[in-house]
């Protein structure tokens, strides 16, 4: 007798090669989550870092004090000129294309709230600008998007919650 030879792989070789690939992609996924809830919380300290840079940056250069608004920041997709309405020193994703306070970045959401408006807002700028602010930027899915919220104002301190609420000046500060 002959023996026949086989083709291919039989049923029993490919359920092994499948549940090992399963162990592995169960292994790996949630080290690949907790990689990219990293990566957003990185995000959300240095879009809050560049906010408060440029809010110096804009009462230093246009004497209104901090901006008025998160959009004034930045400006709508396609101004070439900057002003105190559009001071140009934020991307157009950070300062939600030039309009409001309140914008979506790397999964998370920042929040810029300005308080007590200048007295006497300099000729040209439509908009007073304020004496202070905060920020806030917390995760738009908690476990998902990232874990931690931050928040900072004037002084530059960025604080943060570990359970993804929104943190206060009396919050832990970032080391």
Do not use: W
Request: hydrophobic content about 35%; glycine content about 10%; proline content about 6%.
């Amino acid at each position: 007798m002959k023996s026949q030879r086989r083709n291919g792989f039989s049923l029993m070789e490919l359920l092994i090669v499948v549940a090992i690939i399963l162990i592995i992609a169960g292994i790996a996924i949630p080290s690949l989550n907790r990689a990219r809830m990293s990566a957003n919380e990185t995000s959300a300290i240095y879009s809050l870092k560049a906010i408060v840079t440029a809010s110096v940056q804009y009462n230093s250069t246009y004497g209104n004090g901090y901006p008025p608004s998160l959009g004034s920041l930045g400006g709508a997709n396609g101004t070439v000129t900057a002003t105190c309405d559009s001071a140009l020193l934020v991307d157009n994703v950070l300062s939600h294309n030039g309009i409001g306070n309140t914008s979506i970045k790397q999964g998370y959401t920042i929040t810029y709230v300005p308080e007590t408006p200048v007295s006497n807002p300099p000729p040209g700028c439509t908009n007073p600008g304020v004496n202070t602010f905060t920020l806030t930027a917390v995760p738009v899915q908690v476990g998902s998007t990232g874990q931690r919220g931050f928040f900072a104002d004037t002084s530059g301190v960025i604080r943060f919650s570990t359970d993804g609420s929104i943190p206060t000046t009396s919050s832990a500060t970032l080391q």
